[in-house]
Each structure stands twice: as C-alpha cells, then as structure tokens.
T-cell receptor, first 114, second 111 residues
C-alpha cells in the first residue's frame, strides 16, 4: 500500500539551529509532493509543493525541500530556525493513479527553545 | 474566490449522542472532498473521500458515516458517538493536481 513515513516524531532544537525533517514515500510512479504546517491553535497551511522541474523547492518562511527520486524522499530544511517555527509539520504525497488522493505522513512535532 | 466553511468550530457531546458536522465549499465545482481526523498525539487519518455527489469512499471502518447531498456539501455523521471519536476533524477539498485546501476544523470532545 502507498504510504508516507516521517521518522522523526518530535524534534527539539534551539533557535538558529539548522533543521531537516525526513519524509519518505512508497510509490514507484510519478508523485506530487507537499509539506504542510500546523501552528498551535491554527489550521493546516501549505508550506511548499513539488509537481515537476527543479527538485529543490523554495517555500514560505525560508523553508525549502529537495525531491530525491532515487531515494523516494522529500526532506524539509531550514538553515536557521526561529521560535515561531514551533509547529506540527506534515509531509504529503499524491500518487499519479486513478485514485489520486492525498496521503499524509504522521507528522513531526517541532519544538524550538528560545 | 474559493472558500471552505466548516462548522461548528468546537463541539462537546455525550457518549451515545448523534453527530453532524458540515462542510461547504464555494467558488469551485465538482471538487474532491475529504474528511480527516487528527487524534491527540497522532497524525492525520483519512476518514472519507468523495469524488462526486453521492459517491463516498470509506478508508477506516468505524461508527462514522459521510454523505454528499450536493456538489459542494460534505457531511460527517454518527448515530452514536464513542469516547474514541474525540479529536480534531478537518474537511478539505481539492481540484485535480492542486494542493489540498483545509477548513478551520472542528474540535470534538466526547464526554
């Protein structure tokens, strides 16, 4: 079955540290890839997306993600985190199939120490 | 412009009572519609999705049901709530090859 894995359930960093959140998916075909963020008390927002083209995708708030097809990965990165980045981060995939429904990872909670 | 409305924002219901959560979308036609649940400490779980009026697919067996009486209306229901139904429920819509758009969610507490 198609799935999305986020291996880090809870990440704790200090401000200005660099961030990388892992995301791997299991689907051999073409995919669209997304990272969503949910700040405390708010609803999900789109951080960035990859459909095609340059595998290094720039998103909002200084985030970027790199699609590595050979590794089935779409890791999220930020060179220097801020306290306001404290949130839950979800990786998601839409496989190109007849169903084409979005599949979410289980999420990674990011806590930033001021 | 396209908008999604989901209500109520919060709900406290006793065990065994019925449930009805409503979601409507404006500014689009024939969207795919979804109900997700985010249980405490866990990720998003797809409950139901619909590709058209009257077409509902269920992902997880449970005591919940969904209906799509109109193109842009998606309703999540239960005849008798369980304690384990507590959680954060999100309605979402999408058009082909576009990001998912989420409603503001409903926090359901079953007591």
């Amino acid at each position: 079955a198609q799935s999305v894995s986020q291996h880090n359930h809870h990440v704790i960093l200090s401000e200005a540290a660099s961030l990388e959140l892992g995301c791997n998916y299991s689907y051999g075909g073409t995919v669209n890839l997304f990272w969503y963020v949910q700040y405390p008390g708010q609803h999900l927002q789109l951080l960035l997306k990859y459909f095609s083209g340059d595998p290094l995708v720039k998103g909002i708030k200084g985030f970027e993600a790199e699609f590595i097809k050979s590794k089935f990965s779409f890791n999220l990165r930020k060179p220097s985190v801020q306290w306001s980045d404290t949130a839950e981060y979800f990786c998601a995939v839409i496989p190109y199939s007849s169903a084409s429904k979005i599949i979410f990872g289980s999420g990674t909670r990011l806590s930033i120490r001021p | 412009s396209q908008t999604i409305h989901q209500w109520p924002a919060t709900l406290v219901q006793p065990v065994g009572s019925p449930l009805s959560l409503e979601c409507t979308v404006e500014g689009t036609s024939n969207p795919n519609l979804y109900w997700y649940r985010q249980a405490a400490g866990r990720g998003l779980q797809l409950l139901f999705y619909s590709v058209g009026i009257g077409q509902i697919s269920s992902e997880v067996p449970q005591n919940l049901s969904a209906s799509r009486p109109q193109d842009r209306q998606f309703i999540l229901s239960s005849k008798k709530l369980l304690l384990s139904d507590s959680g954060f429920y999100l309605c979402a819509w999408e058009e082909w090859n576009s990001p998912l758009h989420f409603g503001n969610g409903t926090r359901l507490t079953v007591t």
